[in-house]
């Protein structure tokens, strides 16, 4: 009984430390974010201009890179 009871308390901390790791990428995939936007409102070139430009495809890109982040993070 007692060797059960130390296997569930072990389950229940595995849980707790994943959600840990969960908010610590979070926050890291915020900070990531942050700077690559904070530039944006400031040039009126971007929001001004048609999608069918170029600018449009530097902020895909950045989307797929942090997606790209966010599957590397969760595979550890």
């Not at 610590?24 to 700077?35: L, M, T």
């Not at 895909?60 to 890179?65: C, F, N, P, V």
């Amino acid at each position: 009984l007692v060797i059960r009871e130390e296997d569930v308390e072990e389950e229940i901390q595995v849980p707790a430390h994943d959600d840990v790791d969960q908010e610590n990428v979070i926050e890291e995939i915020a900070d990531v974010v942050a700077p690559p936007t904070s530039p944006l409102p400031p040039s009126p070139i971007i929001p001004s201009s048609p999608p069918h430009q170029s600018p449009r495809t530097s902020p895909s890109q950045a989307a797929k890179g942090t997606s790209i982040l966010v599957q590397q993070v969760l595979d550890k």
